[in-house]
């Protein structure tokens, strides 16, 4: 029988990193079939991704089953890892303070990538992460209730409904951007050089965190750290194999909620339309936004369910441990990815932004994250960390780590 098993010498629980692996492949996959753009295009370029039917199916299968699904995986993980971090402190004083160090110290890290690509995700991270400061003693019960509202994106979905209610004829906010604002940018990463990338992209910090409450991916965000949390302390990855039965109910249920939002959709809005009832934007953004939110969590759930059952099969683990090494190595894994892209499709490297269809960019992430593993796996045989987990261990202890083995 297969159990969940420790990296002898590490300590670390195998299908974590595994899990983390799984999760960048699909955030590599998405950031470059959008060429690593992150953000809403000038409509002279709206369509540069699917400049042909093969381009265009692949949008759509990855905007089906990738896009918004692995960065949920991602952020579990990150609540998960501070649990266990904090489990080994018995949630210590010093260990509180060490955190909040070391999350200035990642908003750092995450500030100067944002600089170069305005899609970065850890200065978000940072800032969420104070929450969990504050969060971490809240009883189960309350944790569990406040994670799923926030999974759910409740705030963001009664915003929404007061604003059907309040102003029912206005726009959803993201239809009516400045044209001339987002064709600026996308002359500057396309042509620009480096230090007026660097200015557009400073420029774009303001905007990055409005879309993150518009959209509601903050709180979403701050749910599933919450959610990462709840299932540290629930021990949801120990002793997997006796938890079979749960996560299979898990899957079932996802699936019947998958196929509910499906049908929701279909009767809503095609509906609507059958019948010629025009259906404002607001009540478009609150009632697609929200199935959309499901959808998304959902999958999710389908995804890491899957994973942790088939890494309890003896034929399955040995093809699932090749995400371990970029796993274990995450951060660096995900700062390199951000590398490949701006080098590919920005100025400074070789400028092919809006050059390529999506299934040619498709296969290069996989070309990409293929070099990734073996990278990682010859780099964790020389090395004790990836180098920006060392860099950032050292930088939060304030003494170089141990490096080479």
Known sequence: MLVEKLDKTSGRIEVIDVLRGFAL????????????????????????????????????????????????????????????????????????????????????????????????????????????????????????????????????????????????????????????????????????????????????????????????????????????????????????????????RLIKGSLWVLLGCILFSMAFFGGAQALGIKVSDQLQWMVGGEVYDIFNAVFATIYTSGLLLLFQKEKWRPRLMNFYAVGRMGLTTYLVQTVFGVLIFFSVGLGLLGEMGAALTFSMAIGLYIIQILFSKFWLAHFEYGFFEWLWRSLTDLKVQPFRK
């Open 25 to 248: 492949l699909g955030i590599i996959l998405v950031h470059m079939t959008e060429q690593y753009y992150a953000g809403q295009l000038p409509e002279q370029h709206a369509n540069f991704t699917s400049p042909g039917t093969i381009d265009q199916i692949v949008m759509g299968i990855v905007g089906i089953f990738i896009t918004g699904k692995f960065y949920m995986i991602f952020s579990f993980l990150f609540g998960l890892s501070f649990y266990l971090q904090l489990s080994k402190s018995n949630g210590s004083v010093r260990f509180l303070m060490r955190f909040f160090w070391r999350l200035l110290i990642l908003f750092g890290i995450g500030f100067i990538h944002h600089l170069h690509y305005r899609g970065d995700i850890l200065t978000i991270y940072a800032l969420l992460g104070l929450v969990l400061l504050l969060a971490y003693r809240l009883p189960d019960k309350y944790l569990l209730i406040l994670a799923i509202l926030l999974v759910l994106d409740a705030p963001a979905f009664l915003i929404r409904l007061k604003d059907v209610i309040m102003v029912p004829n206005a726009q959803n906010p993201f239809s009516n951007a400045d044209q001339n604002s987002l064709l600026a940018y996308y002359n500057t990463v396309k042509s620009g050089t480096y230090l007026e990338i660097l200015k557009a992209n400073l420029a774009e910090f303001s905007f990055k965190i409005d879309f993150q409450i518009l959209s509601g991916r903050l709180y979403i965000t701050m749910g599933l750290f919450l959610l990462g949390l709840y299932a540290g302390r629930k021990n949801i990855f120990k002793n997997i194999e006796l938890k079979k039965p749960f996560f299979k």
